[in-house]
């Protein structure tokens, strides 16, 4: 009697987790592809902000070449930066977020030390047109940058749910992998020491 209550009671805790299975994995799922639609909708918040500011550019460094004579170096490295990111952008992609926003982050240094360069022309410096310009890309910098934390845990979420297990095996039904974190570049790291540009230009 003792042995058959035994085996009946293991029978039902067999079968209750043979039914919450399904169920546990059906959870599991709905999660990770939730997580990875907030990482395409971090991803595409970004994109708006990254799109605004490559329409910027184009109308600094025009601005600026009628003013600097000595920095073109600067300006085609921002151009061709910026070009091949314009490229990179028509398909934005989780999996290869991390190269186009390492080289949206080289722009943003370039244009950082652009900015810095202003300094050593007064009158492209008081150039209203250019001061608006600079103040929109300050604004547009700093929501990018807002944007990109979004992002980097939106992608963490979405990691730690399709890389511990069962996660692992339902990610790789759902088709669903893990994402890089954005990460900048070693020069966009770099701080901008503005003593190594506002030097007075060669006349």
């Known amino acids: ?3 058959e209550s035994f085996y009946r009671v293991w029978d039902v805790i067999a079968f209750g987790v043979l039914g919450l299975l399904p169920v546990v994995l059906a959870v599991w799922y709905v999660q990770i592809i939730m997580r990875r639609n907030k990482v395409r909708e971090a991803l595409g918040s970004i994109d708006a902000h990254l799109k605004q500011r490559l329409d910027l550019i184009p109308n600094m460094l025009r601005m600026a070449q009628k003013f600097m004579t000595h920095e073109r170096s600067l300006l ?9 990111v314009a490229e990179l952008a028509q398909a934005p992609d989780p999996q290869t977020s ?6 949206e982050d080289m722009i943003s ?11 050593n022309y007064p009158d492209l410096k008081s150039d ?23 992002f980097n845990s939106a992608v963490t979420a979405l990691n730690n749910a399709v890389e511990i297990f069962p996660g692992s095996l339902i990610a790789k039904l759902a088709g669903v992998s893990a ?5 900048a570049e070693e020069e966009a790291r770099k701080a901008i020491n503005a003593d190594d540009f506002l030097t007075e230009p060669a006349r």
């Open 109 to 119: 240094s370039k244009m950082g030390q652009l900015m810095v360069q202003v300094e």
């Open 98 to 103: 991390g190269a186009r926003l390492s080289i």
């Open 179 to 183: 994402v890089p974190h954005f990460a």
């Open 1 to 3: 009697m003792f042995v």
């Open 128 to 150: 209203q047109t250019m001061v608006q310009a600079m103040q929109t890309f300050n604004e547009v910098e700093a929501r990018i940058a807002a944007s990109r934390r979004f």
């Open 76 to 84: 085609e490295d921002i151009t061709q930066l910026r070009t091949r």
